[in-house]
């Protein structure tokens, strides 16, 4: 059964921690990303990542910074934490199928990471 | 940018009966998928059906279906012969289908949908 494994399910930090949440995929899939969610707003795109060593911010990427150092894994960072990035974040990973004249494209999601900060 | 939005923040239906959720987008892109994703208290998302823009024909998936209007950017869930295990929150989901910005996921708020026995 393919899998994107979040690191810890609940997470509890204090404000001006330095805060690592890892997410590893067995699926060796070239894309993964980091989404926050909140209520009413849905999930917010942070940061992804197309290959390794690479990066791109996504919509929310302020208080964030992420590492994809082995394909397989991608960090997400949170360089000092703030009780406003009290939050649950999902990572996911996807895949692309070429069809010739068509991109397939599926998405595997974590089971979430709640982290509170206080 | 392209945009997501649900209106419904929550509904609620009897058991066996059909429900229909909400969902329009924003995007000026001719060739782009759409999604919708459960996510029950688990917390893992499980995708329930997928457009292509391209299909004219709307996706089905057992009780699940949608009505996609393309022109009025509209792409909405219909579930029959609703389960307790239906329950759960539903998200709809847009990507593009190439170029930059493909892959990324963008999503609406959110519908939570309760299940009345």
């Known amino acids: 059964d393919v899998k994107v494994t979040q690191s810890s399910r609940y997470l509890v930090k204090r404000t001006g921690e330095k805060v690592f949440l890892e997410c590893v995929q067995d699926?060796?899939?070239?894309?993964m990303f980091w989404y926050r969610q909140d209520p009413g707003l849905g999930l917010r795109l942070i940061y992804f990542?197309?290959?390794?060593?690479?990066?791109e911010k996504g919509d929310i990427p302020e208080g964030y910074s992420v590492s994809r150092e082995k394909k397989e894994r991608f960090s997400l960072i949170l360089e000092s934490a703030s009780t406003n990035q009290t939050s649950m974040y999902l990572c996911?990973?996807?895949?692309?199928?070429?069809?010739?004249?068509?991109?397939?494209?599926?998405?595997?999601f974590g089971s979430g990471t709640r982290l509170t900060v206080v | 940018a392209q945009t997501v939005t649900q209106s419904q923040p929550e509904m609620s239906v009897q058991e066996a009966e059909t429900v229909t959720l909400s969902c329009t987008y924003d995007t000026s892109e001719s060739d782009y998928y759409l999604f919708w994703y459960k996510q029950p208290p688990s917390r893992q998302m499980i995708l329930v059906i997928r457009q292509e823009a391209y299909k004219q024909q709307n996706a089905t998936e057992n009780r699940f279906s949608v009505n996609f209007q393309k022109a009025a950017k509209s792409f909405s869930l219909k579930i029959s012969d609703s389960q307790l295990g239906d329950a759960a929150m539903y998200f709809c989901?847009?990507?593009?289908?190439w170029g930059q910005g493909a892959q990324k996921l963008v999503f609406g708020q959110g519908t939570r949908l309760t299940i009345n026995p």
């Open positions: 996911a990973s996807s895949s692309i199928k070429d069809r010739g004249n068509r991109f397939d494209y599926g998405y595997t």
């Open positions: 989901a847009y990507t593009k289908g």
């Open positions: 699926m060796d899939h070239e894309n």
């Open positions: 990542s197309y290959d390794v060593k690479m990066k």
